[in-house]
């Protein structure tokens, strides 16, 4: 494992569990520390997006960002339920369900509600909801594999799902987190910088538009840092949302063949 | 032009229909032109303000929580005047005797009752050397009558996410408000669990700042009982742990931050301490949390509505300025209470 490697207990412990967590934390306290994959610290991970993951939703995506994967498939826009009220506008109803294997501990990840109602407000402020009234866009995320956090990777997979379900929208919302690390501003970390992180700054914007529909930040930070933090996440944003624009081409492309 | 002249220009409310729904704006406003500092953002002149004023108490319709086109335009010129936060009065402690510290905070006529209590508890195995804390909120339907039942859920998870994230700070423990390595008393074993409550009894809009003023308040109130430690026998037993009653360690809340919430009505202009009736106007809401030292403890937006990077920063640097006010009055107001207390005790 990376964290054990280059460092030995210096005398013999009974509770060897103990002593793991002790040489784990100053892996990240050194001045210049390796990412565990070996990435540079301004670097995300390689994407994969491929649309049409499920052939009978009206859209679906299917995104790989690392060791990350999730499906979104989108169903609608259609009949609302009977017992909601009417309305001009169209409604969204997200939902993100974890496998049962999806997390390295089984049965680990149970708070969906609160990731479903932040992945609801990324998308809204990106979709034109008069364009579908009295009807429900439902869109649902099903994580395979996660090892922490991540909701990043679901935003943007819930987007190329609903631009494959031609569901019209102002913009791809394309999502990108920063981990600030001692006195490193690490982008897209993983699930073991995560754990050791002092704050994290998870932006989701709308590339073309330079808008951003959703911001949250934890942990403690200066204001020059924010700002550092912000451009990172917006140049990240946009080179995320070409990627997306060049895969959706893809698609289209291939299937006019 | 002095206020009593203000005052002779304003119009003669028409007692027509729900006439306490007018007057009670116009005092708000009136209040606004007196003590009210501005802090930096564009005002239209007087003149304008007040014909548009007079227009929309005309027409008394306009200020009913319905989206037309004379209150979005009553929204755009009210908040031009409106930035500073209204006074937190955290006029009574209660001294509720099950929890271990309470507090009470009116803002305008927002009222949240947040209580402290601490219970022992094993840590997790992912951080045996510190406590842990866990934050909820309530939204009674004495707030507003949706809240009945499961309706007030979805807004009342949204609270509790953001009063987390703004305490707690990020996973190492670094700029969280609370020190949880202080709530460890055996390493492993045993620790205290705190549980912050919330509660909303009145809503008029802005309910998370004054949730953010409660809880500080609640945790500057609040006593750990001193507790001995038997020796325990083997490492896997649980030590025996006795809890004294004479409280000891009072909570050190430099460190917790106040929360400031500036919503986005209109296309140009935001406001500080948004009312129920400006909130209805609102696309989108940015709560900052800042602590004493100047920095930001947590961010969250709220509303649907994209906003443009460059605002988000302007409206980062408003919070700061806006939250060193708040941040005085509210402690000034928690020595003031707390002194209240010991008198009468």
């Known amino acids: 494992m990376a964290a054990k490697a280059g460092t030995t207990p210096a005398t013999y412990s009974p509770s060897p569990t103990t002593n793991n967590k002790k040489n784990r934390t100053p892996l990240f306290s050194d001045v210049d520390w390796v990412r565990p994959d070996g990435r540079d610290f301004h670097q995300c991970r390689p994407a994969f997006l491929r649309t049409g993951a499920v052939n009978a939703a009206s859209g679906s995506a299917y995104a790989e960002f690392g060791n990350t994967k999730v499906i979104v498939s989108i169903f609608g826009p259609r009949e609302s339920k009977k017992a909601m009220m009417y309305s001009d506008i169209g409604r969204l109803n997200c939902n993100v369900s974890y496998t049962t294997f999806a997390t390295p501990v089984r049965g680990q990840a149970s708070d969906n509600k609160d990731i479903s109602s932040q992945l609801h407000k990324s998308l809204e402020g990106a979709i034109m909801l008069n364009t579908f009234p009295k009807t429900t866009v439902d869109v649902f995320a099903l994580v395979i594999f996660i090892l922490a956090g991540d909701l990043p990777v679901i935003i943007s997979c819930a987007s190329l799902a609903l631009a494959d379900a031609g569901i019209m929208m102002y913009d791809l919302v394309a999502a990108v987190s920063v981990s600030c690390i001692g006195k490193n501003l690490v982008i897209d970390p993983i699930s073991e910088e995560e754990n050791h992180q002092d704050g994290s700054l998870m932006t989701t914007c709308l590339p073309s538009r330079n808008e951003v529909t959703q911001l949250t930040i934890t942990g403690e930070w200066s204001t020059p840092k924010i700002h550092e933090a912000m451009e990172l996440c917006l140049d990240a944003c946009s080179k995320l949302g070409k990627i997306m624009r060049s895969c959706l081409k893809e698609s289209a492309s291939t299937s006019q063949e | ?345």
């Open chain 2, 1 to 345: 032009m002095t206020s009593e002249e203000r005052e002779s220009n304003c119009p003669t409310i028409v007692s027509v229909g729900d006439h306490r729904r007018i007057k009670q704006p116009r005092r708000r406003e009136l209040a606004m032109f007196t003590d009210r500092p501005w802090v930096g953002l564009r005002t239209f002149g007087d003149g304008v303000y007040w014909t548009v004023r007079r227009w929309c108490l005309q027409d008394h319709k306009a200020l009913m929580y319905s989206v037309n086109q004379t209150v979005s335009l009553l929204g755009q010129v009210i908040i031009s005047v409106r930035v500073a936060p209204r006074n937190p009065s955290s006029d009574v402690i209660l001294p509720y005797s099950k929890a271990n510290g309470s507090a009470r905070v009116k803002m305008g006529r927002t009222e949240v009752i947040a209580s402290v209590k601490a219970e022992l508890g094993r840590p997790s195995s992912s951080a045996p050397g510190k406590g842990k804390v866990s934050i909820f909120v309530d939204c009674s339907p004495t707030a507003a009558p949706q809240f009945e039942g499961r309706g007030g859920e979805e807004l009342s998870m949204e609270l509790s996410a953001a009063l987390r994230q703004c305490l707690l700070g990020g996973k190492s423990g670094a700029g969280g408000g609370i020190n949880l390595s202080s709530l460890s008393i055996v390493d492993g074993k045993v620790c205290w669990d705190l549980y912050i409550d919330g509660l909303v009894v009145s809503m008029d809009g802005n309910v998370l700042d004054a949730l953010g003023a409660a809880i500080k308040a609640a945790l500057s109130n609040t006593g750990i009982p001193k507790v001995n430690i038997a020796s325990a026998t083997t490492p896997d037993e649980q030590p025996e742990v006795d809890v004294s009653d004479e409280e000891f360690l009072q909570f050190d809340t430099t460190a917790v931050p106040v929360i400031v919430t500036l919503t986005k009505v209109g296309r140009h202009y935001y406001i500080a301490d948004a009312t129920s009736e400006e909130e209805s106007q609102m696309s989108s809401a940015v709560s900052v949390s800042v602590n004493q030292q100047g920095s930001i403890c947590g961010l969250t937006k709220r509303g649907g509505a994209g906003l443009d990077p460059s605002v988000i920063v302007d409206m980062i640097s408003v919070a700061k300025h806006v939250s060193e006010e708040l941040m005085n009055k509210l402690d000034s107001e928690i020595a003031a209470a707390e002194a209240m207390e010991e008198d009468s005790s």
